[in-house]
């Protein structure tokens, strides 16, 4: 699918007009402060690249998911960090709402290359909703339409849709082509050996891309609360480990299908609970009343160099254990050294989600160190799933 991106205009496209840009700053933010601003960083080739061809640059976002206005969920830190982090010729203010006559005037000051982040989309419900009547507000005050929140992308909102929809011109933001490029590349023919990692709690949101990327792949690895349903389903004893029952059905079908390409861990580090301060190292069955939080030291050093010697494509989803607690932090901890490893060795490697992306920082492996971070961890599941995402589809006009 070859979207249209800002780049295939000539510059004097966007001088004067006032461009719409969704973006994701759904960011962690705590007394006022800007935490990982990854998501906020990305952005910035589509903004400066917009603002130094005279565009007026109207960005929009949701913050955290609030019922209606509520000053925890406020962009205005944003606002500020934006400002802090953008061209220091550039100017960045910020409008209290994101549709009515406060946007309207604050628009109506700007001048060229002038930046104006709007209010939280979602202290309206309406933009959950796709409302008609609030699509044509928000697009109202604009002339071009922009979708640089590839994250977002799965939810078919005012902001990433129905808006979308009343534009002539809808573009993709460079984040946002960046992300369906690579992730198209592991969808359709990524290069070999391909390899996935997959950990975390939830079966249920990765069934769909596994499906997808089970036949493709050369290695599937499991860790994290996930391999404890796939043990179970083999016959192994997991204690009181956390099960899937629900996806059970699903994990013994996959193992039939692929058994020889899935990896699972072969020991474990077990205790009572997460909080119990004597830890144990299980090989094989866990006992009755305990519980596994990280893979082994065997299956660590198995996991380590499969991802390790990959040359292909690498695709990481999902801590390896309960990764924020330090006694269970091993696996993940040697599972980013080992996709950061991969990488230096020409490797192409992926992470998705913010959880793993935090997991990689905890671990010292920074972005420069991956060929690419997804900024969303459910809309990359399921733009590999193959499901239909409605802000990707509306580029090209549907
Ligand atoms: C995310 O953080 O996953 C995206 O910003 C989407 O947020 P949502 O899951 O609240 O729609
Ligand atoms: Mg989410």
Redesign the pocket.
Known sequence: MALKTLSDFEDGKFDGKRVLVRV?F?VSVSNGHVGEDYRIRMSIPTVEYLAKRGAKVILAS?LG?PDGPDSDYTLAPVAKHLAGIVDRLMAVRFAGDCVGPAVETEVSKMNRGDILLLENLRFHKEEEANDSEFCKQLASVADIYVNDAF??SH?RHASTYGAARLFDTRLAGFNLRKEVEYLSMMRESPPKPFKVVVGGVKIKDKIGALEHLLPKADKVIIGGAAAYTFLKAKGVKTGKSLIDHEHLPWVTKALDAYGDKIMLPTDHVAAVSPADTSISMVKGDIQDGMAGFDIGSETIERYSAEVAGTSGMIFWNGPMGMFEVRAFANGTVNIAKSMALAYWRGARTLVGG?DTLEAMKKSGVNESEVSHVST????SLRYLAGDDMPGVSVLNGN
Request: aromatic content about 0%; hydrophobic content about 10%; charged content about 25%.
């Open positions: 994701d759904n949701h998911r994250s977002t939810r913010g969303g961890g459910g809309a």
